[in-house]
Each structure stands twice: as structure tokens, then as C-alpha cells.
């Protein structure tokens, strides 16, 4: 279960990023660079983080296979996207929903306190949009008033109390993706924004 979680979060953040630069009207190159990075910046800054050296990605073919499959989707069925902006917004919804977790698993694998697993999990699900954002000329999500890195931190906190109920790994995985999903889902649908910060 784990491992196809990671594959579908690779998938969806592999399109995300397709689509986002589609949508800058950039050329085939430009649109796979931005969905690499897009699906394996996140998880990059936390193997090194973390020491974990070469990254995973260089380990494991079958993470670029999964990109190259996304990045080819993302433009065959492109007019088949024709709400582009919910489109972006559903595979980033499921990137985020699962990147988190994988995050927070590997802070376990190495030993980290929970606080630093759930920073860790953030991280992951948020700095591959983050710089495929920077790249595209956006505002990052995470840096706008739209809840993102918040429900993150949510879904490690939900991840961490169900732990501690000895629940099976899969029902773990899977409520705990579904809750982050579910939340984000819930806050655009009813606007929930945290405060802006202004200079009086």
C-alpha cells in the first residue's frame, strides 16, 4: 500500500506540474522539466535532509518511468482537461495528500521525534510545488492565504494519534491521506483562508 501511495502521489504531482506549465504555454521540454521537479523536488530536500544520499529517485528507475507516464497524460489528454485550473487543483490535492505521509515515514525509518517527522512530511508535500511554482512565475500556494502547508501539519498530527491505536499500516496510510485530502477538498469548497498579514 505503501508503495503504491507513493506511486500515485509521484503521478498526480507529475501531472500537477505538467499542467501548470501548459498553462505558461511552455514547450515540451519546459513542461517535463517543471513535472520532474514538480514530483521529486519535495522528496529530494528531504533525503538530504536527512542524509539519505544518492536521493531516492536516482535509486529507483521506476520513478522517472512514473514522471515520463505522467508528463505524457498530462499532454494526450490535455483538451480532455478542459477545466484546467480544477484539474491542477485535484492531482495537487492527491500529491499533497500522499507526500505527506511518505515524509513522515521516512523521519520514522530514521529515527526522528514526531515534531520533526511531521516537518519533514510538510516538506515533502509542499516544496515540489513550491518550486514549480517559483519556476512558472506564481506565488507559491503555500505562501498565500489559501490553507496548504496547514493541513499537512494536520494530517501528521491525525497520522501520529492513530499510531498510536496500533492500527494496520494500510488503514493508517490510507485515513491518514484521506484526512489531508478530505480537509483541503472542505477548505476551498468553503473558503476557509487563514488571516493576512498587513503593514499598517
Given amino acids: 500500500m505503501f508503495h503504491l501511495l507513493d506511486i500515485i502521489g509521484t503521478m498526480a504531482f507529475a501531472m500537477s506540474g505538467a499542467l501548470t506549465a501548459m498553462n505558461k504555454k511552455l514547450d515540451p521540454f519546459g513542461v517535463f522539466i517543471i513535472a520532474f521537479v514538480t514530483a521529486v523536488g519535495g522528496g ?4 538530504i535532509m536527512i542524509g539519505r544520499t544518492p536521493v531516492g529517485w536516482m535509486q529507483d528507475l521506476n520513478y522517472v518511468y512514473v514522471i515520463v507516464i505522467g508528463f ?3 499532454i494526450l489528454f490535455r483538451k480532455k482537461f478542459d477545466r484546467l485550473r480544477t484539474s491542477l487543483f485535484l492531482f495537487d490535492t492527491i500529491g499533497l495528500g500522499v507526500f505527506t505521509l511518505i515524509g513522515l515515514e521516512k523521519g520514522i525509518s530514521v529515527g526522528l521525534h514526531p515534531v520533526i517527522c511531521i516537518a519533514l512530511g510538510t516538506m515533502t508535500a509542499c516544496f515540489g510545488g513550491v518550486i514549480r511554482d517559483i519556476l512558472c512565475t506564481e506565488i507559491p500556494v503555500i505562501f498565500r492565504r489559501e490553507i496548504y502547508a496547514t493541513i499537512c501539519i494536520l494530517g ?4 501520529f494519534l492513530l499510531r498510536k491505536l496500533d492500527l494496520d499500516n494500510d488503514v493508517l496510510y490510507l485515513t491518514t491521506s484521506l484526512v489531508i485530502i478530505s480537509v483541503r477538498l ?3 469548497k468553503f473558503k476557509w483562508y487563514l488571516p493576512a498579514l498587513e503593514q499598517k
Fill in 44 to 47: 529530494t530536500l528531504r533525503d
Fill in 72 to 74: 505524457i497524460l498530462a
Fill in 156 to 159: 501528521g498530527i491525525v497520522f
Fill in 186 to 188: 472542505m477548505a476551498v
